[in-house]
């Protein structure tokens, strides 16, 4: 009987320290299980600590305009500036503005598609400015191809 005894609590022990185990596994799996969903571990992180804006630079003014660029946004100053900053940038980028060159029908279409998918609200008196604006500095390119070379001396292949 008393080897009986001895044997359940040996059992009970290697019981106790298997559960324990396992306990750990699952605890390191969730650990691994929450990293794959957020791998910044913003838990730890005081996410206000890293983010740094623009206005923190010292001397930065938002409205500064250098060289006929308005700073903050990368625009062309120019008549119309401020209708596009307040219309354009509540949504997306200016760059999303100054990598594309649209003639007027092109600017005013692509109005009338953000309006109709993407909720644009409507620009009323605006939209005339914007799209001047837009057709004045954000226009196509008319350079085609490169002028012919000139000037050169060419010499004959001979067989």
């Known amino acids: 009987m008393a080897s009986q005894n001895e044997f359940r609590k040996q059992v009970k022990v290697i019981y106790r320290y298997l559960v324990l185990t396992i306990c750990g596994i699952l605890l390191i799996g969730l650990g691994f299980v929450y990293l794959m969903i957020d791998p910044s571990l913003s838990i730890l992180d005081d996410p206000e600590e890293d983010l740094i804006t623009v206005t923190d630079v010292p001397d930065f003014k938002e ?44 600017w005013t279409a692509t109005i009338r598609w953000m309006q109709e998918t ?23 390119d008319e350079k085609g191809r490169r002028e012919n070379l000139v000037d050169i001396e060419w010499y004959e292949l001979k067989d």
Do not use: K
């Open 63 to 106: 409205d500064e305009i250098v060289d006929g660029v308005h700073l903050s946004t990368g625009f062309t100053d120019g008549e119309g500036l401020v209708q596009v900053i307040q219309n354009c940038t509540n949504c997306h980028s200016a760059a999303l503005v100054t990598q594309n060159r649209m003639t007027r029908e092109g």
């Open 118 to 140: 993407q909720n644009l609200w409507d620009l009323g008196e605006s939209e005339e400015i914007i799209v001047n604006y837009l057709t004045t500095y954000y226009a196509p």
